[in-house]
């Protein structure tokens, strides 16, 4: 049902989660919960679906340990443009690596990456996108790649909006994870996205 009214979710808001933290989205008035959506259909059916199934006399109550709600991440909770943050990562560490690969300027797909050209990068596939995450993702423990990931996410900026991409979430997907969380439901995100990147 969350899927289904994705597209009609309302403004994007771009704020930090430190700050939806210390504004304290998760203990919302659950007298009026989604407060800051518009009032509109999508708001409505997520407020009646919450009810419908933690109303015990409704006939489709769902028992707490039931409850569970799936996401999408990229482009549902953050920012995807004008690439994917993993593939940002990516990218910045084919830089990295690169004085120790001098091979690499002369093989696609890292010839396009390292020169900077975007017209080539626009054209590559799933495979070189693979042959880049192997490169750059590969020859290190999981907690070295843990550590390295989570110092580019403290430091990396996002091209347009020059903010971390840890700030760049989707404020009514938050507020949706919060308000279902606030009524026992167990949250999960599903992604395309490395899982030790997307913990990290």
Do not use: C
Request: glycine share 6%; net charge neutral; proline share 6%.
């Amino acid at each position: 049902m969350m899927t289904r009214h994705r597209s009609r979710l309302g403004r994007v808001v771009l704020l930090s989660l430190g700050v939806l933290s210390s504004i304290g989205l998760a203990a919302h008035d659950q007298t009026d919960p989604l407060s800051p959506w518009n009032d509109g259909p999508a708001r409505q059916s997520i407020l009646s679906f919450v009810q419908e199934v933690t109303d015990k006399s409704s006939p489709n109550y769902v028992q707490p340990e039931d409850r569970i709600a799936t996401f999408d991440q990229d482009g549902t909770l953050w920012a995807e443009h004008p690439l994917y943050a993993q593939g940002m990562f990516a990218i910045d560490r084919l830089h990295q690596l690169s004085p120790q690969h001098p091979e690499w300027k002369a093989q696609e797909p890292f010839k396009a990456v390292i020169a900077g050209d975007r017209e080539a990068m626009a054209k590559l596939t799933e495979q070189d996108w693979m042959r880049i995450v192997s490169a750059t993702h590969s020859g290190m423990s999981t907690t070295a790649f843990l550590e390295i990931a989570k110092r580019w996410l403290a430091t990396a900026k996002h091209p347009r909006f020059q903010r971390p991409y840890t700030e760049l979430v989707y404020l009514p997907m938050r507020e949706v994870m919060d308000y279902l969380r606030a009524n026992q439901f167990k949250t999960y995100i599903v992604t395309g996205g490395g899982q030790e990147f997307v913990r990290a």
